[in-house]
């Protein structure tokens, strides 16, 4: 059963989305829509979640985490890394040669998470009591 919980005109909500942005916002409706939507898919909601919830980690660890192969797995990468959700780090380990590659979320990679499908998950058991037919009177 669907309720129809929609605000009055003027309840604090502008006409245009585009208007909740902060005058001086360092991103646009779209790049936000963009973060929401990359976390959208099964993989890339995983890796963003171990990444989230641990250390950085490399291709390796990741792929082994999430069971993936290599293609596979940097296709989503680089869907995260472009909407921003998730940042590309390489560096030298002393006494190796070349260079490490390591990932990591970002801030916006975080809150879109945990504020996001993290939260929804989370409040499964409110909305089930909220909606939950056999409770009414």
Sequence with gaps: MATNH????????P??????????SVLSLDEYLAMHAAVGHRTRYEILYRLV???????????????????TLHYHLNKLVDAG????????????????????ATVFGEVTLTSG???LIRGEAEFEA????STED
């Design 130 to 133: 909220m909606y939950d037919s």
């Design 53 to 71: 919830h641990s250390d950085d980690m490399s291709p390796k660890e990741l792929e082994d985490a999430i069971e993936v192969d290599d293609s």
């Design 85 to 104: 959700l998730v940042e590309k780090r390489q560096h030298t380990e002393r006494g190796a040669d070349g260079l490490y590659t390591y990932y990591r």
């Design 15 to 24: 006409e245009d989305p585009e208007d909740l942005l902060p005058e001086d």
């Design 117 to 119: 499908v993290d939260e």
């Design 6 to 13: 929609s605000q009055p005109a003027g309840a604090g909500f």
